[in-house]
């Protein structure tokens, strides 16, 4: 790889990492010399680009396509012009999908091409008075070119345009302005075109003389409320009864164009096929109702209707005073639409200055929605990664740290969207910020919650709704364990673990169940699961250890009766009863474990060390081991999907302990 190669991927990556021109795999960079042509593949990010990303290709093949009569229509002709990019690869880069921008790229006569979106750009190509402001603005200097079809047609229309461009003015465009598409520069070196770049930027965003940003109020505790009311309502409806992501914002401009029911006249979520791509054809608009049943209905009415109008869910849901809900298959998907809507509406606040929005046209959208190339862009960033529970939206309490954190981890390893609530919140969020890593954005976030205490657990319950549109299961892990005797054990300390282990079970189930009826009442069909990790003390008492197994017996009666309670919503409620995990820290804690604080307690006759402790408990199991991470994860993952048990308590102790 030369210089100049190296010198473009580090532009691209830098771009790349700038939101305000690059969202996603969107834009694109080309080199090229005299017979082949490198470019972006598609799908791939700018700012990840490396020089595997590149696919080259021959510029004598490309230049023959410029020649051909391909069909009118957008979706037979850019399946050809597929064929035909494919079969223009160089030897070696058979693996490789060239992006749809390649003859785009072809046809500018530099040999360094960027295109790209930055929103500054959209708020002038996506103007009324766009052509003309780019004219005032930029002179000679620019080339404007008026809509057309994605993908060839641009590519032949900026070609038609460059020809007569250089006919009037005996030199090449290298700034091409393309409306409700983009930004095209071209350079012979890598550092002109960052400065060509940057020069179109600054110009365009002088002349929209931003104004201050509107000041936005955090929404009060009753909108937040409504807020993960509704959200779950939004989930059934928009995925018809699958359960797909919601995320609810406020935030910034999301705020103000909820803030105003005239600003959502001048947004639109049809700027560039990108933004259709993601954001859907049209923004669902739903006015605010008085009480929490009208505004149900109202919603269902409504987006209902857009479902009639427009053959697809919104992806884009504002009501009115509140904020916005955005959905999509994943959470990946919902958080894409989330960014683009923000990008759509932060441009038509721009275009304010240039005469206001100016949409794709219906018929142009409806079709570039149905292009093959746009349904795998949007499958890209809207397919999960295919576990048994994949999307599931799930809590897991007391997981930040030992058998908790390893429950998670296997739900996440599944697919799972998993809330790590626990008391130690800066673990959590540590470890949440380690798995989004290894499992992808979004895919975990971090509560703080004290399940003893109610308004603490409504708190968890509604982040993670406001954060994911619901609630599927909830595991309800977290519990606390002091060994001693009727004569050793105080009410204070009884207290403590009954709350945690007996009531804390016990609020976390009602918190849960409101989301889950919630979803019940959009999709009767759907079935949701609370799941309580109690223990083999649960099944049978434990010597020296009465206030642990009492909350233990006491959280099987809870289930017993909330699984009958429960079932007409379709939530199915069972206990997995684990033996016990040696390994973690509850058990081999050198100071506080129970291994530590049996022996101190006298539970095992002879003891005199904690191996003796751990041998004689590793003795009473028939499979002579703890229980693992996995025995039980995997207990989790029968429970939510079987369809007919419900109410049963699930031993899962090696031979231990036995059905009867």
Same mark, same amino acid.
């Not at 058979?94 to 921008?101: A, F, M, T």
């Not at 038509?348 to 949409?359: E, H, I, N, S, T």
């Not at 009602?510 to 979803?519: C, F, G, L, N, W």
């Given at each position: ?25 969107g ?30 290709l ?23 012009v ?10 070696g880069?058979?693996?490789?999908l ?23 750009v ?77 020069s179109?930027?600054?110009?365009? *965003?002088? #002349?929209?003389?931003?104004?201050? $940003?509107?000041?936005? /109020?955090? &929404?009060? !505790?009753?909108s ?49 096929p ?69 990008d ?6 721009? *275009?304010? #200055?240039?005469?206001?929005v100016? $949409?794709?046209?219906? /018929?142009? &959208?409806? !079709? ?41 981890e ?127 003390s ?60 049996y ?48 109410g ?13």
């Amino acid at each position: 790889m030369n210089k100049a190669m190296k010198d473009l991927l580090v532009l691209a990556n830098k771009i790349g990492n700038d939101t305000a021109q690059i969202i996603g795999s969107g834009g694109n960079v080309s080199y090229k010399e005299k017979n082949f042509l490198w470019v972006k593949q598609s799908g791939v990010e700018m700012k990840f680009l490396e020089e595997d990303d590149l696919v080259g290709l021959k510029r004598p093949a490309l230049a023959a396509m410029l020649g051909e009569k391909y069909p009118k229509g957008l979706i037979a002709r850019e399946e050809l012009v597929g064929d035909d990019l494919l079969s223009a690869r160089m030897r070696g880069e058979s693996e490789k999908l060239p992006s749809v921008d390649a003859l785009l790229h072809e046809v500018m006569p530099q040999a360094f091409v960027l295109h790209s979106h930055p929103v500054v750009v959209s708020a002038l190509v996506c103007a009324k008075n766009g052509k003309a402001a780019a004219a005032k603005l930029f002179g000679k200097k620019a080339l404007w070119i008026d809509a057309a079809a994605p993908g060839y047609s641009t590519a032949v229309a900026v070609a038609k345009g460059l020809e007569e461009y250089k006919a009037a003015n005996k030199k090449d465009a290298a700034i091409i302005l393309i409306q409700n598409h983009g930004l095209v520069v071209g350079a012979d070196s890598v550092s002109g075109l960052d400065k060509l770049n940057s020069s179109v930027l600054r110009t365009i *965003a002088k #002349a929209i003389k931003a104004a201050k $940003p509107a000041k936005v /109020k955090p &929404l009060a !505790e009753d909108s937040l409320k409504l807020a993960a009311a509704l959200a779950p309502a939004v989930r059934m409806i928009t995925s018809g009864g699958y359960g797909n992501i919601v995320t609810f914002s406020a935030d910034g401009i999301l705020g103000e164009v909820a803030g105003k029911a005239a600003w959502i006249k001048n947004v639109s979520t049809a700027l560039t096929p990108d933004h259709s791509a993601y954001c859907g054809l049209a923004i669902c608009r739903v006015e605010a109702k008085k009480d929490l049943d009208a505004q149900y209905k109202a919603l269902e009415k409504q987006i209902t209707s857009h479902q009639k109008k427009y053959g697809e869910s919104p992806r884009v849901v504002v009501v009115d005073g509140l904020g916005v809900f955005t959905a999509g298959c994943t959470r990946k998907g919902a958080e894409r639409a989330k960014t683009m809507f923000i990008d759509a509406a932060t441009a038509a606040k721009g *275009a304010g #200055a240039f005469g206001g929005v100016l $949409p794709i046209a219906g /018929k142009a &959208l409806k !079709e570039i929605q149905n292009w093959s190339h746009m349904i795998h862009h949007r499958a890209h960033h809207d397919c999960g990664c295919y576990g048994r529970i994949d999307e599931k939206i799930v809590i897991v309490t007391g997981s930040a740290q030992g058998f908790g954190q390893g429950v998670a981890e296997e739900l996440l390893a599944e697919g799972a969207n998993v809330v790590i609530a626990d008391l130690n919140i800066e673990l959590a969020k540590a470890n949440a910020a380690k798995y989004c890593e290894e499992f992808g954005a979004g895919k975990a976030i971090a509560v703080s919650v004290n399940v003893g205490d109610a308004d603490s657990v409504e708190q968890m319950v509604r982040q993670t709704v406001l954060e994911y549109g619901g609630l599927d299961v909830l595991v309800s892990n977290a519990g606390v364990l002091r060994a001693g005797g009727l004569d050793k054990m105080d009410t204070k300390t009884f207290e403590f673990m009954t709350k945690i282990n007996y009531t804390g079970y016990f609020i976390c189930a009602q918190k849960a169940s409101d989301v889950m009826k919630i979803q019940h009442r959009f999709a009767p069909e759907y079935t949701a699961d609370i799941i309580q990790v109690n223990s083999k003390s649960g099944l049978s008492g434990s010597k020296n250890n009465f206030a642990y197994a009492g909350g233990k017996f006491g959280g099987i009666g809870l289930t017993q009766s909330f699984a009958l309670e429960l079932v007409e919503w379709n939530i199915k409620v069972n206990s997995i009863c684990p033996g016990n995990f040696f390994d973690g820290p509850l058990w081999s804690d050198p100071k506080n474990g129970l291994f530590v604080q049996y022996l101190k307690a006298g539970k095992v006759a002879g003891a005199k060390t904690v191996e003796d402790v751990k041998r004689s408990y590793e003795s009473k199991v028939p499979m002579n081991r703890g229980c693992g991470v996995v025995d039980v994860a995997r207990a989790i993952l029968y429970v939510i999907e079987q369809q007919y048990e419900t109410g049963q308590a699930i031993p899962v102790t090696g031979g231990q302990n036995m059905l009867k």
